[in-house]
């Protein structure tokens, strides 16, 4: 199995389908690469990249503390493994929160941004409360819980749920609270006019606490396209897949990121 590996740092486990442009998926706490199992209709123009985020499925654990910078050091590592020097960089939920961090640490090695239920910091009342009880569920060793809960809220399909289950299953409770942690407390929000790539926010329709944080998004980057996808809340990837990936497909040629 493909791992990014590094002396002192858990190995990070990846895998890489397509070929054409180098797009990295970053998934939300706990949920890992399984998440962005449909977007395997992009192959044909573009190099997809998944991986389990530190703690993670099949990925390492390590006891120092987690950082927003080391969750984006570890984008960085999986894609040296892949021998990617620029990608478009998607983030989805609180791993559009490692996104951002990682288009402001390297933007040499970023291209484009697009962020899927993207928020710059947790400044809602609703969204507070996920993290918070994501964190309790964690330290409370609630994983079979939350795995289910997880895998019900992200796919319709039977099979497809079960898959994602035992692989959310195999995430550190201990890691996964401290990952929680970080993201509840991140913000970007001073740093955002500092990302000079384009930018690409999908949300769907009826995520309704999370689509106001467009509109700092809007004002301080110069190249932002925001799109609903309708009939779908917060599961874009998964539960409106089709669409969004119609989206990424149209935005790409648009922006002439893909190749020629």
């Known amino acids: 199995m493909p791992f990014a590996k590094e002396r002192r740092q858990p190995a990070i486990y990846y895998e890489t389908i397509g070929k054409g442009t180098p797009i990295i998926f970053i998934p939300p706490p706990g949920v890992g690469h399984l998440t962005f199992r449909y977007q ?30 080391q969750l984006a050091y570890d984008v960085k590592r999986v894609l040296d493994a892949n021998r990617v020097r620029k990608a478009v960089i998607c983030g989805y939920s609180n791993g559009a929160c490692i996104a951002q961090e990682f288009a402001l640490t390297y933007p040499e090695r970023t291209v484009g941004l697009i962020l899927i239920g993207g928020y710059f910091a947790v400044r809602s009342f609703l969204l507070e409360k996920e993290y918070q009880i994501g964190i309790w569920a964690a330290k409370n060793g609630l994983m079979t819980l939350l795995a289910a809960g997880l895998a019900k809220n992200h796919f319709s399909d039977n099979q497809a749920a079960k898959e994602h289950y035992q692989e959310i299953k195999k995430t550190n409770s201990q890691m996964l609270a401290e990952q929680y942690h970080v993201g ?27 689509q ?3 509109y700092l998004f809007r004002r301080l980057i110069h190249d932002v ?10 599961q874009v990837p998964t539960k409106a897949s089709h669409e969004c990936n119609a989206v990424i497909r149209s935005w790409l040629k648009r922006k002439k990121l893909l190749p020629s």
């Open 184 to 210: 509840l407390h991140y913000s970007s929000a001073d740093r955002l006019h500092q990302i000079n790539v384009p930018l690409l926010l999908i949300y769907g329709a009826k995520d309704y606490y999370i």
């Open 225 to 234: 396209e925001v799109v609903y996808i309708q009939q779908t809340k917060h």
């Open 212 to 214: 106001s944080y467009q």
């Open 40 to 69: 395997v209709e992009l192959i044909d123009e573009c190099k997809l990249i998944t991986f389990d985020i530190r703690g993670d499925g099949q990925s390492g654990r390590s006891s120092e503390p987690m950082t927003m910078t």
